[in-house]
């Protein structure tokens, strides 16, 4: 166990439609990763939130945004969902710092299935 | 851009036999590696990390992995695999970005442990 939690478990949705996931991170994390995984794929980046900024993202366009509050937990949303959106979901957590504190850890949910119809 | 490759997407071996995993990476300081593991509908698990140092790293479940530089690689082995091991592998290069790291994962590979 990561401490690391994340909700719903599974979701389905409609082509065209918002959704949100949640996670809370792991007690004493600050920072909290956003990775989508395809099926039969590995994870890929998809943004990074330090003490509630986005702090980069990856190759995804701007309907997937997030935002982290003040307890460090954080909502990933989706707007017009795609098919292609249909994906494992995970979020991770870890201790970072300013100027760049590479040496840490991440760790991971279990995950929200999410489902596009 | 850093890359991971995990040559085999599948691989099947005998409850009791020995195990090795590839990983080939691409990235242009010195790499922060790790090896995840994920079961079935699950989120990863962490087995080991290489940081700095020794280029021998120990992992939890009796798993080991080896940097090695001129081969831009970090594979994974296990001496004796057993049945609980079947699940899939993913091996993640972390750069440096911003308050942290951002990792880059492989392709995974999925390992079937026979009885």
């Known amino acids: 166990e990561t401490g690391v939690t994340q909700s719903p478990t599974h979701l389905i949705k409609t082509r065209g439609q918002q959704v949100t996931l949640r996670c809370s991170s792991q007690?004493?994390?600050?920072?909290v990763s956003w990775y989508q995984q395809a099926l039969g794929q590995g994870p890929q980046f998809i943004f990074q939130y330090y003490r509630e900024e986005e702090n980069g993202r990856g190759n995804f366009p701007p309907r997937f945004s997030g935002l982290q509050f003040p307890n460090y937990s954080s909502e990933l949303n989706v707007n017009a969902l795609e098919l292609d959106d249909s994906a494992l979901y995970l979020c991770?957590?870890?201790?970072?710092?300013?100027?760049?504190?590479?040496?840490?850890?991440?760790?991971f949910g279990a995950g929200t299935r999410l489902s596009v119809l | 851009a850093q890359s991971v490759t995990q040559p085999d997407i599948h691989i099947t071996v005998s409850e009791g036999a020995s195990l090795e995993l590839r990983c080939n990476y691409s990235?242009?300081?010195?790499?922060?590696l790790f090896w995840y593991v994920q079961s079935p509908g699950q989120g990863l698990q962490l087995l080991l990390k290489y940081f700095s140092g020794d280029t021998l790293v120990q992992g939890i479940k009796g798993f080991e992995a080896e940097f090695k530089r001129s081969q831009s690689s970090f594979n994974l082995r296990k001496p004796s695999v057993h049945w609980s091991d079947a699940a899939e592998y993913f091996c993640?290069?972390?750069?440096?970005f911003g308050a942290g790291n951002m990792l880059t994962f492989g392709g995974g590979t999925r390992l079937m442990v026979k009885p």
């Open positions: 007690s004493g994390h600050n920072t």
């Open positions: 993640a290069v972390g750069a440096h």
């Open positions: 991770a957590s870890s201790q970072g710092q300013a100027g760049g504190y590479v040496k840490n850890i991440q760790y």
């Open positions: 990235y242009g300081a010195t790499p922060y």
